[in-house]
């Protein structure tokens, strides 16, 4: 092939432009964003074309600008299905929210709220005041508060608590919550000294006496949250340590991360701590998060006593990181439900998904496999197995829910590359691949998801 007569071939800026506003293109980003990429890619392929001396065709340019500009402008944030086995995915966003919970979502946005007024006196209101009411009603704590995340709770307590000070920690719980988040950084930030009290595995009630003796300005519990510790293991029980904490004057402060407000073991799971537990043991604070077992949104709650909840609240950090509307929204409708155990079970899908039994989701995955096994023909093996499903979200590690998969084992092609096109389809459906065979579990799969589970099994058959 002649490389100046294909450079002569190459489209022009115009007509490509012509040809994406026919699709609509021009519509979804603007003129000017789609004539940059237009000319973008025109620079990149006269340079290919000069190197390689091939031919690039006109449907081949307008698809390369159609991905950039999805890639760069369009939505990359998209629904997906988690077909992982993982309820709390991390990646995936963590807890989906409830009905009552996207309903007040979409009203707090759509226009103004009450975020902060006092409607009685018409001066500036407290944001907190939404959540506190509906706190202490479901911990029984005496106050509470709400910040960004539980990584800006633990931030925060100490900040107010222990400004500059040393807070003991055992060393058997300066855990890494993962995506770099490690205990000991975060708290660093708060300004408080870290102040490691016993061994990895063993730490008595002497060794944080022996931390406040040398100076110690708070006492720090955080639950294991990720991962377990068995065999020559000791640690001091949290009324302990509150008791010790009463007797010196010092907070105590319990990271507990998950937020678990009901019994898990009413679905044959392993017995979490719950926060009102914690609450009742006398924690000056209890810290979660709202995105993990609450099932809620993203959001670090803080409750306790009065006063240390108090101080948080008014510490300039607050302002920092503080809830925006559309999560307080959202957490006050989650933590509503929580005021009858029976009605957070069924609303909260993360509950509402633990408590779906075994016999249920083996039907769904053997409708998924017939589904599957139909559209792929002899392009693969479609089977259903048993797997052991997670929590997820760094929560009860160890624990397993039993779920089912559908297993999908292709023919002449690598269970990746499936895996691959069903990650790259709409929605993305986000699967395993495990001995050489791609697995959809059911066990995070919400209402309504398996019919388009099946449609995106069917494009994967026509892709085939
Ligand atoms: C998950 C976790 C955190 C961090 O929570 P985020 O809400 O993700 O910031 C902190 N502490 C413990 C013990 C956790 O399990």
């Given amino acids: 092939m002649n490389g100046s007569a294909a450079l002569r071939r190459l489209p022009s800026v115009d007509r490509l432009l012509r040809a994406l506003e026919a699709r609509g293109t021009v519509a979804a980003f603007s003129r000017r964003a789609v004539a940059a990429c237009v000319r973008e890619v025109l620079t990149a392929a006269r340079a290919h074309v000069r190197a390689a001396g091939v031919e690039v065709g006109e449907a081949a340019l307008l698809g390369e600008v159609e991905t950039l500009l999805e890639r760069r402008l369009g939505g990359t944030l998209r629904p997906a299905i988690n077909a992982t086995g993982i309820i709390l995915h991390t990646n995936l966003g963590r807890a989906p929210l409830g009905v009552g919970a996207r309903a007040a979502v979409e009203a707090a946005a759509a226009g103004y709220s009450t975020l902060e007024i006092d409607l009685e006196t018409g001066e500036r209101g407290s944001r907190h005041a939404h959540l506190e009411g509906l706190l202490t009603a479901v911990t029984g704590a005496e106050a509470g508060i709400a910040v960004n995340n539980a990584a800006a709770a633990v931030t925060l307590s100490l900040a107010a608590l222990a400004p500059g000070a040393a807070v003991a920690v055992s060393r058997g719980e300066l855990v890494e919550i993962g995506g770099s988040f490690r205990l000991p950084e975060v708290m660093a930030q708060s300004g408080a000294r870290l102040a490691e009290v016993g061994t990895t595995n063993r730490t008595y009630l002497a060794d944080y006496e022996a931390a406040l003796d040398a100076g110690a300005a708070a006492l720090l519990k955080v639950h294991r949250s990720n991962f377990i510790q068995r065999g020559f293991v000791h640690d001091v029980p949290l009324a302990e340590l509150v008791a010790l904490?009463?007797?010196?004057?010092?907070?105590?402060?319990?990271?507990?991360?998950?937020?678990?407000?009901?019994?898990?073991?009413?679905?044959?799971?392993?017995?979490?701590?719950?926060?009102?537990?914690?609450?009742?043991?006398?924690?000056?604070?209890?810290?979660?998060?709202?995105?993990?077992?609450?099932?809620?949104?993203?959001?670090?709650?803080?409750?306790?006593?009065?006063?240390?909840?108090?101080?948080?609240?008014?510490?300039?950090?607050?302002?920092?990181?503080?809830?925006?509307?559309?999560?307080?929204?959202?957490?006050?409708?989650?933590?509503?439900?929580?005021?009858?155990?029976?009605?957070?079970?069924?609303?909260?899908?993360?509950?509402?998904?633990?408590?779906?039994?075994?016999?249920?989701?083996?039907?769904?995955?053997?409708r998924l496999a017939r589904a599957a096994a139909a559209a792929l023909g002899s392009n693969a093996v479609v089977d259903v197995v048993a797997t052991e499903g997670e929590m997820g979200g760094g929560t009860l590690p160890g624990a397993v829910i039993a779920s089912s998969a559908v297993r999908i084992r292709p023919t002449r092609e690598r269970p990746e590359a499936w895996a691959a096109r069903l990650r790259r389809g709409t929605p993305p459906v986000i699967g395993l691949v495990r001995d050489r065979a791609l697995l959809l579990d059911v066990l995070a799969l919400l209402p309504g998801e398996n019919t388009q589970l099946a449609r995106a099994l069917r494009s994967l058959a026509r892709d085939a």
Avoid: M
């Fill in 245 to 366: 904490g009463r007797r010196r004057g010092v907070s105590v402060v319990y990271d507990l991360g998950g937020g678990c407000l009901v019994d898990l073991r009413a679905v044959g799971l392993p017995a979490e701590p719950t926060v009102q537990e914690a609450v009742a043991a006398g924690a000056d604070l209890v810290l979660f998060s709202g995105d993990k077992l609450l099932g809620g949104p993203q959001a670090g709650v803080v409750v306790g006593r009065r006063n240390p909840v108090d101080r948080c609240r008014s510490h300039p950090l607050a302002r920092a990181l503080r809830l925006d509307k559309l999560d307080v929204a959202a957490l006050a409708a989650t933590l509503r439900a929580y005021l009858d155990p029976d009605r957070a079970w069924a609303e909260i899908p993360v509950l509402a998904l633990l408590r779906r039994p075994p016999a249920v989701r083996r039907r769904l995955a053997r």
